[in-house]
């Protein structure tokens, strides 16, 4: 035993001096770094989960706002259909309107045109029947031959034709 | 070998060889005298307790782990600022982690305190054999004073270089007819009740201040010793009677033969558990230190550096095998033997 250095004391007192070693550490070092550690676990779950709930309800408001905007949208669009309708009709109106106006300056100016051709016959006839007295007269005067008569018919004639 | 063959890493290779050649032709380092027990250093005495070079370094690793890990945990921080903080919060977190893997949640919370405390002090008083210098700085006495004492029989000679005594790789040995003259003269000087001191010392050996805590068997075997016995009071205070009945004492009635015999091995496996824990540690660092000696001792520079490397390794896994081992011991005396542990 002494050739290996056994003694006694020394084995007691290196015991003794681990013992003191694991004493101190145990009370006073490994508690504070566990109960750091688990602080610090506590903490961070802690952090997480409020987090978390931030997240959601960061999530919950777009989509709150995007239902929004989506309702805001819808509406708009409702808006533009009914303002392109009622432009539509206006302008169907406007057509209408404008068509029928055509339709009666159309009319108007066919009447009077016809009107004018009335005037006009009429104005004919009437030079006809002077021309057609003032040829006979002519005639009555001259005492007509065949042939006379025959020229005066037609100078007669291409005078009406003239007018 | 054509990368051999470019500039640097050829400089370094002929440096290499050039720093062994020197070392091996000029450059000598005694062998330091290799002792199984811890050194008395001569002349350190405290009261009646002679303090030997294994205790020393015990004392020095004691400070050196209690002082580090008060100041880990003097200003702790919720967000850590010191890296002693974070690098000792990683090291518990690791190794809780680990124990709890092996043996649950409660029975690791109540024994990382033991595994920690002997995983920091072994380990420092295995690596403090790797600081350059430890084993070279010491009590110088005469070679014939360490023969009567220690029975050292290879000496060196001396030499002062300016304020400091050395040896020098000059061997000295003492022959048959000298050690008896030496025991001789010995016994007389203390039959006449003082110490022994040779007129004329022949050599001279080195006692280093501070040697490797672990290679001393008394802490190695103390410390095994401490975890085996702390084991059975353990598992006595959890298990009770039940404990007892697993070395089969005859206490207990209704006990099959074979379980008496099964007894008798779990007897001889505690001790086994004793030698085994303390004689693993003590081994490897042991023969680690004599391993560096000698290849300082072989060629003085560079041949060690690999050793280094190797017993930095060895000094962890030998420290973190006897603390884990201190926990696994602890762990199964908490399983009664008889099965009637409800799982």
């Not at chain 1, 004919?124 to 029947?129: D, N, R």
């Not at chain 2, 050793?307 to 081992?325: D, H, R, T, Y």
Request: hydrophobic letters at 50%; charged letters at 20%.
């Amino acid at each position: 035993m002494a050739s290996l250095g056994l003694n006694l004391n020394y084995l007691i007192s290196y015991i003794v001096n681990f013992f003191l070693l694991y004493i101190l550490l145990k009370k006073f070092v490994f508690p504070a770094v566990s109960q750091m550690l688990e602080d610090r676990k506590k903490r961070i779950a802690e952090g997480l989960a409020a987090a978390d709930v931030a997240r959601r309800e960061a999530e919950e408001e777009r989509k709150r706002l995007m239902a929004q905007l989506e309702a805001e949208r819808a509406e708009a669009q409702k808006r533009v259909a009914a303002a392109s309708a009622q432009a539509e009709k206006v302008r169907e109106e406007i057509l209408a309107q404008a068509r029928r106006e055509a339709e009666a300056i159309r009319t108007r100016a066919v009447e009077e045109a016809e009107a004018e051709k009335q005037r006009i016959l009429a104005e004919a006839h009437k030079q006809i029947a002077e021309l057609a007295l003032l040829a006979a007269e002519r005639v009555v005067r001259e005492g007509l031959d065949e042939a006379t008569q025959h020229k005066i018919i037609e100078d007669f004639l291409s005078q009406v034709s003239l007018n | 070998m054509s990368k051999l063959l470019q500039p640097k890493p050829l400089a370094l290779l002929i440096g290499g060889i050039l720093l062994v050649v020197i070392a091996v032709l000029f450059f000598r380092v005694p062998l330091p005298t290799i002792l199984l027990p811890g050194e008395a250093i001569p002349g350190w005495k405290i009261g009646g307790f002679q303090l030997t070079n294994t205790f020393v370094a015990t004392l020095i690793a004691d400070v050196v782990v209690l002082v580090l890990s008060f100041l880990a945990v003097r200003n702790m921080k919720e967000v850590p600022e010191g890296k002693l903080q974070n690098l000792f919060e990683w090291i518990y977190e690791i190794f809780e982690g680990m124990l709890t893997d092996i043996g649950g949640k409660e029975k690791a919370k109540a024994w990382v305190g033991v595994f920690l405390t002997l995983l920091f002090f072994l380990l420092i008083a295995n690596w403090m054999e790797l600081i350059p210098g430890i084993d070279s700085i010491g009590v110088i006495e005469p070679l014939e004073v360490a023969y009567a004492e220690k029975g050292v029989t290879v000496g060196y000679q001396i030499k002062q270089i300016g304020p400091f005594i050395t040896l020098t790789s000059e061997q000295v040995k003492l022959s048959d007819e000298e050690r008896a003259a030496i025991k001789e003269e010995a016994e007389k000087a203390e039959a006449a009740g003082e110490r022994y001191h040779p007129h004329e010392p022949k050599g001279y050996v080195l006692t280093p201040y501070v040697r490797a805590a672990t290679t001393d068997l008394n802490l190695t075997i103390g410390l095994a010793l401490m975890v085996v016995v702390w084991s059975h009071v353990i598992g006595f205070r959890r298990l009770g009677g039940k404990y007892i009945r697993r070395f089969a004492l005859p206490v207990i009635t209704g006990m099959k033969p074979i379980d008496f015999f099964v007894g008798i091995l779990e007897f001889i496996s505690e001790f086994a558990k004793i030698i085994s824990l303390s004689f693993r540690l003590f081994g490897n660092i042991f023969a680690g230190q004599v391993l560096l000696f000698v290849m300082a001792f072989l060629v003085s520079f560079l041949l060690s550096l690999p050793f280094f490397g190797l017993e930095l390794f060895v000094g962890f896994m030998q420290a973190f095998v006897f603390a884990i081992l201190t926990f696994i011991y602890f762990e199964q005396a908490t399983h009664s033997h008889a099965g009637d542990e409800h799982h």
